[in-house]
C-alpha cells in the first residue's frame, strides 16, 4: 500500500521532555511537510522539506526542529523549548512543493503533556 | 502573502438537501486551491483541486467547487448531502510561486437525517 504512516498514534510527553514523531512515506514524493492542528485554529506549517538534506521553517517553527537524512523520512521532534505542545500533529507529502501538486496526508499524532 | 478565509464555523444541512461551504482567498498570483476533509482523530483526505480552465471543479464522493476569480472564491457543493458527509472541511490554497499549501481554520458540516 502506498501512503504515509505517522507514528505513534498517540503520545505522552512529560514536562521537559523532548519527543520525535515518525513519519515515513512510499509515495516517492521530494517535498514533505509537517503541520500542527488545534481546535478552531485550522493546520499550521511547522516545517517543510523540498528535498533530502534541506528543509525550512515554516510559520511556528520556534520549539520545533526536524531532520531529513532519506527521501521518504522527515521525523519531527518536539524540544522542551516548545511552550504548548498538546496538539494533532500531522505529516504529509507532494511530489513538488510548488504548483497544482496536492498534498497527502498521514492519520496523525496526538500529543499530550502530562 | 496567500491567505484563506472561511467565514463559517458550522454549516447544518438536512440529507437530500443542496450544500455549500465558502471559502474565499487572497494570492498575490493565479491561485491552486484546494478542498480536503477530515474526520474524527483522522489526517485530511483529498477532496478536489482547481489548477486552471474550466472554474467548475468535480471530485470525490460527489463534491464539486466553483471557481470565481472575481470574486476570489471557491466554495464547495454537493448537490444532495449525505448524513456520513459530516465532517471538518478545509480550504487551502498555494501561490503560483509558492511552496506549503496555507489552509483555512476549518467549517465543520452537520447533516442531519
Known amino acids: 500500500d502506498g501512503g504515509i504512516t505517522q507514528s505513534p498514534k498517540y503520545l505522552f510527553r512529560k514536562e521537559g521532555q523532548n519527543v520525535t514523531l515518525s513519519c515515513e512515506q512510499n509515495l516517492n514524493h521530494d517535498a514533505m511537510y509537517w503541520y500542527r492542528q488545534d481546535p478552531g485554529q485550522g493546520l499550521r506549517l511547522i516545517y517543510y522539506?523540498?528535498?533530502?538534506?534541506?528543509?525550512q521553517k515554516g510559520d511556528i517553527a520556534e520549539g520545533y526542529s526536524v531532520s531529513r537524512e532519506k527521501k521518504e523520512s522527515f521525523p519531527l521532534t518536539v524540544t522542551s523549548a516548545q511552550k504548548n505542545p498538546t496538539a494533532f500533529y500531522l505529516c504529509?507529502?507532494?511530489?513538488?512543493?510548488?504548483?497544482?501538486?496536492?498534498?497527502?496526508f498521514g492519520q496523525g499524532t496526538r500529543l499530550t503533556v502530562v | 502573502a496567500q491567505s484563506v478565509a472561511q467565514p463559517e464555523d458550522q454549516v447544518n444541512v438536512a440529507e437530500g438537501n443542496p450544500l455549500t461551504v465558502k471559502c474565499t482567498y487572497s494570492?498575490?498570483?493565479?491561485?491552486?486551491l484546494f478542498w480536503y476533509v477530515q474526520y474524527p482523530n483522522r489526517g485530511l483526505q483529498f477532496l478536489l483541486k482547481y489548477i486552471t480552465g474550466d472554474n467548475l471543479v468535480k471530485g470525490s464522493y460527489g463534491f464539486e467547487a466553483e471557481f470565481n476569480k472575481s470574486q476570489t472564491s471557491f466554495h464547495l457543493k454537493k448537490p444532495s448531502a449525505l448524513v456520513s458527509d459530516s465532517a471538518l472541511y478545509f480550504c487551502?490554497?498555494?501561490?503560483?510561486?509558492?511552496?506549503?499549501?496555507?489552509f483555512g481554520k476549518g467549517t465543520s458540516l452537520l447533516v442531519t437525517p
Open positions: 504529509a507529502s507532494s511530489m513538488y512543493r510548488t504548483g497544482g501538486n496536492e498534498a497527502f
Open positions: 494570492v498575490s498570483g493565479n491561485p491552486y
Open positions: 522539506s523540498q528535498i533530502v538534506n534541506d528543509f
Open positions: 487551502a490554497v498555494r501561490e503560483n510561486s509558492g511552496y506549503a499549501l496555507n
